[in-house]
Protein backbone atom coordinates (compact mmCIF):
# COMPACT_ATOMS: atom_id res chain seq x y z
CA UNK A 1 0.00 0.00 0.00
CA UNK A 2 1.57 3.40 -0.97
CA UNK A 3 1.63 5.75 2.26
CA UNK A 4 -0.72 8.68 1.76
CA UNK A 5 2.45 11.43 1.95
CA UNK A 6 3.89 9.52 -0.96
CA UNK A 7 0.37 9.28 -2.96
CA UNK A 8 0.01 12.85 -2.70
CA UNK A 9 3.25 14.15 -3.62
CA UNK A 10 3.48 11.65 -6.72
CA UNK A 11 -0.38 13.17 -7.57
CA UNK A 12 1.31 16.38 -7.53
CA UNK A 13 4.17 15.36 -10.22
CA UNK A 14 1.80 13.64 -12.39
CA UNK A 15 -0.09 17.39 -12.34
CA UNK A 16 3.82 18.56 -13.34
CA UNK A 17 4.38 16.52 -15.96
CA UNK A 18 1.19 17.49 -17.57
CA UNK A 19 2.19 20.51 -17.13
CA UNK A 20 5.44 19.67 -18.83
CA UNK A 21 3.72 18.14 -21.63
CA UNK A 22 1.21 21.55 -21.93
CA UNK A 23 3.97 23.87 -21.85
CA UNK A 24 5.93 22.10 -24.66
CA UNK A 25 3.13 22.34 -26.61
CA UNK A 26 2.52 25.95 -26.37
CA UNK A 27 6.12 26.19 -27.49
CA UNK A 28 5.18 24.08 -30.61
CA UNK A 29 2.58 26.85 -30.98
CA UNK A 30 4.82 29.70 -30.69
CA UNK A 31 7.50 27.83 -33.32
CA UNK A 32 4.91 27.32 -35.91
CA UNK A 33 4.24 31.14 -35.58
CA UNK A 34 7.42 31.42 -36.38
CA UNK A 35 7.58 29.41 -39.30
CA UNK A 36 10.04 26.87 -37.41
CA UNK A 37 8.23 23.41 -38.26
CA UNK A 38 11.23 21.68 -37.49
CA UNK A 39 11.09 23.19 -34.12
CA UNK A 40 7.51 22.92 -33.15
CA UNK A 41 8.00 19.15 -34.14
CA UNK A 42 10.39 18.72 -31.73
CA UNK A 43 8.41 19.98 -28.82
CA UNK A 44 5.30 18.07 -30.28
CA UNK A 45 7.23 15.05 -29.55
CA UNK A 46 8.86 16.38 -26.26
CA UNK A 47 5.16 17.25 -25.43
CA UNK A 48 4.48 13.31 -25.86
CA UNK A 49 6.92 12.20 -24.07
CA UNK A 50 5.86 13.74 -21.09
CA UNK A 51 2.61 12.46 -21.04
CA UNK A 52 4.12 9.10 -21.21
CA UNK A 53 5.85 10.43 -17.71
CA UNK A 54 2.71 11.35 -16.47
CA UNK A 55 1.02 7.34 -17.23
CA UNK A 56 4.17 6.04 -15.78
CA UNK A 57 3.07 7.88 -12.47
CA UNK A 58 -0.07 7.25 -12.85
CA UNK A 59 -0.06 3.04 -13.41
CA UNK A 60 2.61 3.18 -10.37
CA UNK A 61 -0.12 4.25 -7.71
CA UNK A 62 -2.10 2.23 -9.24
CA UNK A 63 0.09 -0.60 -8.67
CA UNK A 64 0.42 0.24 -5.17
CA UNK A 65 -3.38 0.66 -4.38
CA UNK A 66 -3.22 4.29 -4.76
CA UNK A 67 -6.02 7.02 -6.06
CA UNK A 68 -4.47 9.43 -8.67
CA UNK A 69 -6.70 12.30 -8.80
CA UNK A 70 -6.02 14.60 -11.04
CA UNK A 71 -5.67 18.27 -10.57
CA UNK A 72 -6.07 21.54 -12.63
CA UNK A 73 -3.21 22.22 -14.82
CA UNK A 74 -2.06 25.89 -15.07
CA UNK A 75 -1.90 28.15 -18.40
CA UNK A 76 1.78 27.94 -20.03
CA UNK A 77 3.34 31.21 -21.08
CA UNK A 78 2.30 31.41 -24.73
CA UNK A 79 5.33 34.46 -25.86
CA UNK A 80 8.77 33.71 -26.03
CA UNK A 81 11.91 36.58 -27.30
CA UNK A 82 13.80 34.40 -29.90
CA UNK A 83 14.03 30.57 -30.17
CA UNK A 84 17.05 30.35 -27.62
CA UNK A 85 14.95 32.09 -24.94
CA UNK A 86 12.49 29.20 -25.94
CA UNK A 87 15.15 26.25 -25.31
CA UNK A 88 16.82 28.41 -22.47
CA UNK A 89 12.84 28.03 -20.61
CA UNK A 90 13.06 24.07 -21.44
CA UNK A 91 16.39 24.03 -19.86
CA UNK A 92 14.99 26.06 -17.16
CA UNK A 93 12.30 23.93 -16.83
CA UNK A 94 13.77 20.47 -16.95
CA UNK A 95 16.12 21.64 -13.83
CA UNK A 96 12.91 22.84 -12.02
CA UNK A 97 11.53 19.22 -12.66
CA UNK A 98 14.65 17.42 -11.95
CA UNK A 99 14.03 19.04 -8.19
CA UNK A 100 11.05 17.91 -7.90
CA UNK A 101 12.18 14.53 -8.37
CA UNK A 102 14.90 14.45 -6.10
CA UNK A 103 11.95 15.66 -3.41
CA UNK A 104 10.15 12.92 -3.99
CA UNK A 105 13.29 10.55 -3.66
CA UNK A 106 14.07 12.06 -0.26
CA UNK A 107 11.05 11.79 0.49
CA UNK A 108 10.75 7.95 -0.48
CA UNK A 109 14.20 7.18 1.76
CA UNK A 110 12.54 9.85 4.45
CA UNK A 111 9.82 7.17 5.32
CA UNK A 112 11.58 3.97 4.03
CA UNK A 113 9.81 3.67 0.74
CA UNK A 114 12.08 1.22 -0.77
CA UNK A 115 9.33 0.48 -3.81
CA UNK A 116 8.89 3.90 -4.25
CA UNK A 117 12.88 4.21 -3.99
CA UNK A 118 13.62 2.03 -6.69
CA UNK A 119 10.85 3.19 -8.95
CA UNK A 120 11.88 7.12 -8.75
CA UNK A 121 15.22 5.96 -9.86
CA UNK A 122 14.15 5.49 -13.60
CA UNK A 123 12.80 9.39 -13.24
CA UNK A 124 16.27 10.42 -11.78
CA UNK A 125 18.29 9.19 -14.66
CA UNK A 126 15.62 10.35 -17.35
CA UNK A 127 16.18 14.13 -15.92
CA UNK A 128 20.21 13.75 -16.57
CA UNK A 129 19.27 13.05 -20.48
CA UNK A 130 16.73 15.34 -20.24
CA UNK A 131 18.63 18.42 -18.71
CA UNK A 132 21.72 17.23 -21.13
CA UNK A 133 18.86 17.40 -24.38
CA UNK A 134 17.57 20.41 -23.25
CA UNK A 135 21.53 21.99 -22.73
CA UNK A 136 22.70 20.77 -26.32
CA UNK A 137 19.67 22.73 -27.64
CA UNK A 138 20.45 25.65 -25.49
CA UNK A 139 24.09 25.12 -27.19
CA UNK A 140 23.15 25.03 -30.58
CA UNK A 141 20.86 27.89 -30.40
CA UNK A 142 23.18 30.14 -29.33
CA UNK A 143 25.70 29.06 -32.33
CA UNK A 144 22.43 29.82 -34.87
CA UNK A 145 21.07 33.09 -33.28
CA UNK A 146 22.41 35.46 -35.37
CA UNK A 147 22.75 33.23 -38.36
CA UNK A 148 19.15 32.76 -40.48
CA UNK A 149 20.46 30.01 -42.90
CA UNK A 150 21.83 28.00 -39.46
CA UNK A 151 18.86 28.50 -37.42
CA UNK A 152 17.01 26.96 -40.80
CA UNK A 153 19.49 24.11 -40.92
CA UNK A 154 19.19 23.52 -37.37
CA UNK A 155 14.99 23.41 -37.76
CA UNK A 156 15.69 20.81 -40.41
CA UNK A 157 17.39 18.75 -38.47
CA UNK A 158 15.28 18.89 -35.10
CA UNK A 159 12.07 17.97 -37.32
CA UNK A 160 14.03 14.06 -37.74
CA UNK A 161 13.28 13.62 -33.89
CA UNK A 162 11.55 10.83 -33.60
CA UNK A 163 8.85 9.53 -30.53
CA UNK A 164 9.01 5.69 -29.48
CA UNK A 165 6.29 4.68 -27.62
CA UNK A 166 7.98 3.01 -24.48
CA UNK A 167 7.67 -0.57 -23.74
CA UNK A 168 6.72 0.04 -20.60
CA UNK A 169 3.71 2.26 -21.65
CA UNK A 170 0.47 0.81 -20.38
CA UNK A 171 -2.83 3.11 -21.08
FE1 LIG B 1 9.06 14.58 -17.33
FE2 LIG B 1 10.91 16.54 -18.93
O1 LIG B 1 10.54 15.65 -17.38
Redesign the pocket.
Known sequence: MLDPKMEAAINGQIN??IY?SYLYMSMATWFDSQSLPGMAHWMRV?AQ??WT??IKFYTYVNERGGRVILSAIDGPATEWDSPLAVFQAVAE??AK?TGL?HGLMDLALEIRDHASSSFLQW?VN??VE?EASAAEAVGQMKLAKDNPSALLMLDKDLATRVFTMPVWLVI
Open positions: AESQEEHAHEVIFEQE
